[in-house]
C-alpha cells in the first residue's frame, strides 16, 4: 500500500515528529485492504478543510478530518486541519502526536467503508480505532472524551 503525503499547513512539522513516516506508519496500520492501494494525506489549515466542509458536507466550519473515498487503486483523500487537531489535543488532554494517530487511523477507516452515522455502526468503529491505537502504543483515544 502506498501513502501520498501533501504537506500544505507547515505549522505540521513543527511538532518534530518524522512527519511523512510516522503519517504513513499510521495510515499502514489501519489500513486492511488492498495492497495496491494508493491513501493521499493532506495536511493542511483550517482555511482549507472549512472549504472542503461547506462544498461537501454542507457545514460552514472546520473539521478535524475528512475522508473521500474512490475506486481502488485510489483507495481515498484524508484531510487533516491543523488548527482544529491541535485546539482539540489541548482541550482533551493529549499530545498532538496522539490525537493526529487518531485522527488519521479514523479517516482510514472511513475509506474501508466503516462509519458511524448509528449507535451500532460507532461502537464497532470506535472498539476498532482503539485497538489500532494501542497497537501504536497509545491510549484508547475515547478514555476521558
Given at each position: 500500500?502506498?501513502?501520498?503525503?501533501?504537506?500544505?499547513?507547515k505549522?505540521?512539522?513543527l511538532k518534530r515528529l518524522f512527519l511523512k513516516t510516522f503519517c504513513r506508519r499510521v495510515v499502514q496500520n489501519a489500513w486492511h485492504g488492498s495492497e495496491d492501494a494508493v491513501v493521499s494525506v493532506v495536511l493542511?489549515?483550517?482555511?482549507?478543510?472549512?472549504?472542503?466542509?461547506?462544498?461537501y458536507r454542507g457545514k460552514d466550519?472546520?473539521?478535524?478530518?475528512?475522508?473521500?473515498e474512490n475506486e481502488l487503486p485510489l483507495a481515498g483523500d484524508i484531510v487533516v486541519?491543523?488548527?482544529?487537531?491541535q485546539?482539540?489535543?489541548k482541550a482533551q488532554g493529549k499530545t498532538f502526536s496522539a490525537h493526529l494517530a487518531h485522527l488519521l487511523t479514523h479517516g482510514t477507516l472511513?475509506?474501508?467503508?466503516?462509519?458511524?452515522?448509528?449507535?451500532?455502526?460507532?461502537?464497532?468503529?470506535?472498539?476498532?480505532?482503539?485497538?489500532?491505537?494501542?497497537?501504536?502504543?497509545y491510549a484508547d483515544p475515547y478514555k476521558g472524551v
Open positions: 500500500m502506498q501513502v501520498d503525503i501533501q504537506v500544505l499547513d505549522h505540521f512539522y493542511a489549515n483550517n482555511d482549507f478543510v472549512h472549504q472542503l466542509n461547506k462544498v466550519s472546520p473539521t478535524n478530518v475528512l475522508s473521500f486541519a491543523y488548527g482544529v487537531t485546539d482539540e489535543a472511513h475509506l474501508q467503508g466503516y462509519d458511524h452515522l448509528t449507535e451500532k455502526q460507532a461502537r464497532k468503529m470506535e472498539k476498532l480505532e482503539t485497538k489500532l491505537m494501542v497497537q501504536l502504543g
